[in-house]
Structures are given as structure tokens and as C-alpha cells.
């Protein structure tokens, strides 16, 4: 069985420039979650959806980040536009029964913001 | 404000020692769940712990859940090469997301 897919693995980007992050979760998984990790800390979440619902956003920034699940299968990230600041990988996980399933994660996008 | 605080935050140990590292919050839990990080992967879920004072065992990885259920220690035995990584904790209160602790970096020495 295939784990969550996450593309593209790196991206090198210049700030103020737009950058997007795509995540295919494990196939059946209704939740899917965004997650920010900073270099020495634990995952922060960004954004939880239930199926095509985001139902726990409080911690995007929505001035310049935005998400999508359309069709509740795959979901895209966008930063418009990145600010130094913003370098971090960004996970990707899904599960079965929302917060209270385990989660399994993608192997992550490293974003560098010059 | 830190509500998960994990310690120590670094260690490295010479192969076949034993360490225990630790998870403590001032907040319950519903339930708390370890995660080991190898560089440039995502968390992997070791375990999860539900049950104060629940004790489980993975291979030489040995989970305890505090009995307030606050709290919570992971102890390798003989520690390998293999176990190098992040391990992280993360709880869970109610219906809530996930909280993460900054994790504790463990470094094997062969």
C-alpha cells in the first residue's frame, strides 16, 4: 500500500515569490492534515481537513498561505508570497478517523526561502 | 508556551547503553503518542498510550503513560545504531488536534 506522497521533496525559492505543495494521502483516509516544522521543533499544525471540509484553520496564516482539498482526495499548499521566514518542511499526513485516528505522514517538502 | 516539553532535547550515547527520555505537560491527555523522525522522512507512530499508568512494550523500547496521564517516558535498551533519530511525543485532549513536543535528538554511537 502506497503512504502519503508529497511533491516536489525540495524547493529553493526567492522571497516574495509564490510556492505551492501537493499531497496525495493514503488512499480512504478522510482527514488530511497540513503541518509546519520549523529546524529543531516538533510539527505545528496548520490545517486539518475533514473530507473536502477545512475544519481547523486557526493557525494558517491567511494573509499570504491558502489550502485546497478539492474532491477530498488530494490537497495543494500555497504560500503567496513567501517571506524568509517561511523555511521549513511542510508535512503532509492523513488517518482514518480524524483526530483520533493515527496519522501517517509524507515524507515532507523542504522549502528554503532566499 | 510550551504544552508539551520534552527532555533532554539532545543526547548521545555510545552503542548498548540504556536512556530514558521524557515527555511532561501540566495538561491530561486523552491519549499521548511517540513518534521516531529520521532525517528527511515524516514522523513514524511507535506507539499510543490511552490508560494512566499503561506500560507497553516495543521490542527494547519500553512506553509509560503517567498515572495522571500528564506524562510520559520512553527507555531503550541496549540501545543500536538504528535508533538514531527525532523522537517526538504528541497528545491529544478530547476531539483536539494532535500537540507536538520539540522532540528529544538521539544520536547512537557505534
Known amino acids: 500500500e502506497a503512504g502519503v506522497v508529497q511533491s516536489p521533496r525540495y524547493k529553493i525559492i526567492e522571497k516574495k515569490q509564490p510556492v505551492a505543495f501537493w499531497c496525495n494521502p493514503i488512499s480512504g483516509h478522510n482527514t488530511l492534515y497540513w503541518y509546519r516544522q520549523n529546524l529543531g521543533q516538533g510539527p505545528e499544525l496548520l490545517i486539518r481537513?475533514?473530507?473536502?471540509?477545512?475544519?481547523?484553520d486557526s493557525q494558517l496564516p491567511k494573509d499570504r498561505f491558502s489550502a485546497e482539498r478539492l474532491k477530498g482526495v488530494d490537497s495543494t499548499l500555497k504560500i503567496q508570497p513567501a517571506e524568509l521566514g517561511d523555511s521549513a518542511v511542510y508535512l503532509c499526513?492523513?488517518?482514518?478517523?480524524?483526530?483520533?485516528?493515527?496519522?501517517?505522514f509524507g515524507p515532507g517538502t523542504r522549502l528554503l526561502v532566499l | 508556551t510550551q504544552l508539551l516539553e520534552q527532555s533532554p532535547q539532545f543526547l548521545s550515547i555510545q552503542e548498548g547503553e540504556n536512556l530514558t527520555v521524557y515527555c511532561n505537560s501540566s495538561s491530561v491527555f486523552s491519549s499521548l503518542q511517540w513518534y521516531r523522525q529520521e532525517p528527511g522522512e515524516g514522523p513514524v507512530l511507535l506507539v499510543t498510550?490511552?490508560?494512566?499508568?499503561e506500560v507497553k512494550k516495543l521490542k527494547r523500547l519500553t512506553f509509560q503513560f503517567g498515572d495522571a496521564r500528564k506524562d510520559s517516558s520512553l527507555h531503550i535498551t541496549a540501545a543500536q545504531t538504528g535508533d538514531t533519530g527525532l523522537y517526538l511525543c504528541?497528545?491529544?485532549?478530547?476531539?483536539?488536534?494532535?500537540?507536538f513536543g520539540k522532540g528529544t535528538r538521539l544520536s547512537v554511537i557505534a
Open positions: 499526513a492523513s488517518s482514518f478517523y480524524g483526530s483520533f485516528g493515527t496519522q501517517y
Open positions: 481537513y475533514e473530507n473536502e471540509e477545512a475544519v481547523d
Open positions: 498510550v490511552v490508560t494512566g499508568g
Open positions: 504528541a497528545g491529544a485532549i478530547g476531539n483536539t488536534p494532535l500537540v
